[in-house]
């Protein structure tokens, strides 16, 4: 009877792999190290894959589970930690794809994958004999001689699933579950909103009288844009950063900066289906409800748990300190600001679309500085391949162009890495312009992790960069602004944590830290972009091919600090926000906007200075990892400018122990030791504040 059985699920498999034939996710990739066969992927391919990966993944637990053998480490923890590799080969393309390379369908099929994937890790997560069997492993940890790495994968499973109410009465799991499914796809409704609104505004000028101020390359981009539309002879701007940022900084027409700005401000919060009010509500009402369920007063106290800054009030003091700080820099700024408006005979008050247009004058008359006559020393080709330099002077990495790695769209390239001995390191991919179907920013993630699978056999990372820089237009290449150039240093450091990943188990690897240390390689490595003598090894002119002036260098130098009250207080402002939605006790529906302005009072916010990210489009903390996480960018300030300290204490930027010790300290050890701890192992003490407050001007 049992052989019987055996035998008729053989010829189900088969069967259903004879059906399956043609779907590339379902054979070893025949790719050249193994990187998804991009060419051979359809949209209809994914829903099956997904399908069968969650079938998959399900036997291999129902395998855990049925184990004769007494739990154990490898039987349990581990055994779980390397299932479902199918489903990760299908989510990390299809996730990809729809940041990157997005459409009509991806967006649909992704409106089925969420609640598909949320109920399958609910049932893995709410799985009872799995967590017996977790927790029969945790019970005995301290007897078991774990490695460091194996400790560390044993507390984060538990807590994981204890996290995500494994250790819940059965009835309150079915709460937790529906909560799991309708936040799965509001998070992902809410991007789509926020792409949806972004993609549906046009700004079409056909009076070349309107254009006064903006650069000739934004002028011509405009253009281009326009013809590509059908629409000759106009100029189209829209809410893609290449295009509105120019815009705001340059254009003389105050009542289309206007326009153009509260437009940008309205993502997501316009009288159509696109806006996200209704969202936010529910998001924040969820997560409240589910966090209580967990035993937390608030949904911060729940996502702080296991982050480096430990507790809300940690982190709240943390900001307004720094709020302390910044606050009265940037009410000089707006005083300054007001002075150049009245020079020129303006009879108005500074507004939020009025900022950046005057700092950049100020900033010119000041420092005889523009961000036009610097970008030309950032040719995009130039910066990438001074990151490379900087790269290899630190850890000897060298970079290979591979035309013959496919790619999952044409504007991508692909990178085989190898150590300084000529071994392989990892592929990376960069994809460096807007498009229509990629979302906005600025971001890293992975098609495959490292990791050492259970026979032993090391597997390379396979790492994508993804951005929205300034494109070329006309004859000109893509030139990027000081902060594009900073960006692309910052994405090239996550990229070099996912790249070098040294450790044994995948869940792990990498980037698996806690969210507010995850910014500290990227960070740290925007320190080098900043520095003069480093400018001096990479900032060539693109046509002339001259090396970046010391008195250029000093101008920018003299500016680093220029409009720091600004940005920090717009930053903070969005971080303070992130945790004011989160900090609640109580929910009772509000309304989005009297939210935020409530927010701007308790914290005697200026009206010229609007959120870094307003709610409606607070991608970070309602579809992205960074809810009661935004603080994450600057508390990493404080890591990364200390860590950048300990290279310049040496008097050697690439400092040869200094950069070993920060690859096997951090860069290495992916999530396998506590933050601290690798912090602390790399620098031989914790970090001070100081540098930070240094670096952005904030100590007067
Ligand atoms: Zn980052």
């Not at 990187?35 to 069968?52: D, R």
């Not at 807590?159 to 799991?173: D, I, K, T, Y």
């Not at 253009?223 to 629409?231: D, F, S």
């Amino acid at each position: 009877m049992k052989k019987l059985f055996g035998f008729i699920l053989t010829l189900v498999f088969m069967a259903s792999c004879a059906t399956t034939d043609e779907n590339p996710f379902f054979s070893d990739y025949d790719t050249p190290f193994g990187v998804p066969p991009f060419h051979l992927i359809e949209n209809s391919h994914f829903i099956p894959a997904f399908e069968e990966g969650v079938r998959q993944q399900e036997a291999e637990i129902a395998a855990i589970i049925t184990n004769p053998a007494l739990p154990d480490f490898d039987n349990t923890v581990a055994a779980l930690d390397y299932s479902g590799d199918l489903l990760n080969r299908v989510a990390s393309v299809f996730y990809n794809y729809n940041s990157s390379n997005t459409s009509d369908e991806i967006q649909a099929l992704a409106q089925e994958v969420a609640p598909m994937m949320s109920s399958h890790r609910d049932n893995i997560s709410l799985n009872p004999a799995l967590f017996s069997r977790i927790q029969t492993v945790y019970n005995q940890k301290d007897e078991l001689d774990l490695t460091e790495e194996q400790a560390m994968l044993l507390e984060e499973t538990y807590q994981s699933f204890v996290r995500n109410g494994a250790a819940l009465p059965a009835e309150q799991q079915e709460r937790f579950r529906e909560i799991n499914q309708e936040l799965s796809v509001l998070t992902l409704r809410f991007g789509q909103n926020v792409l949806a609104d972004v993609n549906d505004f046009k700004l079409w000028i056909d009076d070349e009288a309107d254009l006064a101020g903006l650069p000739g390359s934004v002028v011509d981009a405009a253009a281009e844009a326009a013809a590509a539309e059908g629409q000759e002879g106009k100029w189209l701007f829209t809410l893609h950063n290449p295009s509105v940022m120019p815009f705001l900084t340059y254009a003389d027409n105050r009542d289309l900066r206007e326009k153009m700005n509260r437009a940008y401000v309205l993502r997501g919060n316009n009288d159509n289906d696109n806006n996200n009010q209704e969202i936010i509500n529910r998001l924040v009402e969820l997560r409240l409800e589910r966090s209580k369920m967990l035993g937390f007063d608030t949904y911060a106290d729940f996502a702080l748990q296991n982050r480096m800054a430990g507790n809300v009030e940690t982190v709240e003091t943390f900001l307004k300190d720094l709020w302390t700080a910044a606050l009265p820099i940037a009410r000089d700024e707006a005083v300054e600001l007001q002075k150049m408006i009245t020079s020129e005979g303006g009879d108005f008050e500074l507004a939020y679309w009025d900022w950046r247009y005057y700092a950049e004058k100020v900033r010119k008359a000041k420092y005889d500085l523009d961000e036009g006559e610097i970008s030309q020393y950032f040719e995009i080709n130039n910066v990438r391949d001074g990151i490379f330099m900087i790269v290899n002077k630190l850890w000897g990495l060298e970079f290979v162009e591979r035309p013959d790695v496919p790619v999952y769209h044409p504007d991508a390239t692909a990178w085989e890495v190898l150590e300084a001995d000529g071994s392989h390191l990892g592929i990376l991919y960069m994809d460096m312009h807007p498009r229509a179907s990629k979302r906005g920013g600025a971001w890293m993630s992975s098609y495959r992790r490292q990791q050492v699978t259970q026979d032993g056999e090391f597997v390379h990372p396979i790492i994508t960069i993804v951005c929205n820089f300034t494109a070329p237009s006309g004859n000109q290449p893509a030139l990027l602004t000081f902060d594009e150039m900073t960006t692309f240093f910052h994405e090239f450091g996550h990229a070099i944590h996912g790249l070098m990943s040294d450790v044994i188990y995948p869940g792990l690897a990498g980037t698996s830290v806690p969210r507010d240390f995850v910014e500290l390689p990227s960070q740290v490595l925007e320190n080098w972009a900043k520095h003069p003598d480093v400018l001096k090894m990479f900032a060539k002119h693109y046509e002339t091919g001259e090396t970046i002036t010391d008195e250029l260098i000093d101008r920018i130098m003299a500016s680093a600090n220029f409009n720091q009250g600004f940005a920090t207080v717009e930053f903070l402002a969005s971080a303070l926000l992130d945790m004011d939605y989160h900090t609640k006790t109580v929910f009772e529906s509000f309304d989005v906007n009297e939210f935020e302005t409530r927010v701007q009072n308790r914290y005697d916010m200026m009206d010229e200075i609007y959120f870094r990210h307003g709610s409606t489009h607070f991608q970070h903390i309602f579809s992205g990892g960074y809810s009661a996480g935004y603080y994450s960018y600057i508390w990493a300030g404080v890591l990364d400018a200390d860590a950048f300290e300990a290279f310049v204490e040496t008097g050697d930027l690439f400092h040869q122990e200094t950069a070993r010790k920060f690859r096997t300290e951090i860069l290495e050890r992916g999530g396998t030791r506590d933050a601290m701890e690798m912090y602390k192992s790399f620098r031989g003490k914790e970090p001070g504040i100081e540098p930070l407050l240094r670096q952005r001007g904030l100590v007067r």
